[in-house]
């Protein structure tokens, strides 16, 4: 059963958002991607009104079974990390009120997945990105390639099944149907 995740690349500036659609065999389809955007002028009442309406209208419109979120950690900038932190927050609340299951990630956690190296630059990134998901130009700016590498992270070293994904467990293999229910078993003693 194929798995939707939209990944969010948090930010007041620019926050990316990318819905990727992944098969059991770990084949990912572009379903979605777009930045949402708003000027460091613009009252944070008003920035983070336009991310949560934008975060609404996505969750609403393409249904994702789970959303990846970029773990904020700590930078030398402190404006930027509440900024990405109150974003993050917003969107994680739209998330929950629709009983959407949220899941977290580092960037070098990220940049390991997509890439194989947990140091790789954005470039690598985004150029991983576009050949992972067969696409004819790489997504811009590196928010929305960031949110779709969340999305592509969170398919392929995910931690929880969502229930569309249970409800098809049924057509796993044997081999499948054991991995599924080591990685629960894991997840609960963790």
Known sequence: MTLRVLGVDPGLTRCGFGVVDVEPNRRATL???????????????????????SIEDWLDRYQPDVLAVERVFSQLNVSTVMGTAQASGVVITAAARRGITVALHTPTEVKAAVTGNGQADK?????????????DASPRPADAADALALAITH???GSAAS?????????????????????????RKG
Do not use: F, N, Y
Request: aromatic share 4%; glycine share 4%.
């Open 163 to 187: 229930p569309r994904q249970e409800a098809g467990a049924r057509s796993l293999t044997p081999a499948q149907q054991i991995w599924a229910e080591a990685q629960a078993k894991a997840r």
């Open 31 to 53: 379903a979605a991607v777009t930045v949402v955007g708003t000027g460091a002028d613009v009252p944070l009442e008003q920035r983070l009104l336009t991310i949560a309406t």
């Open 155 to 157: 398919a392929w070293r």
């Open 123 to 135: 470039a690598a990134v985004t150029k991983m990105v576009t050949r992972i998901l067969r696409l």
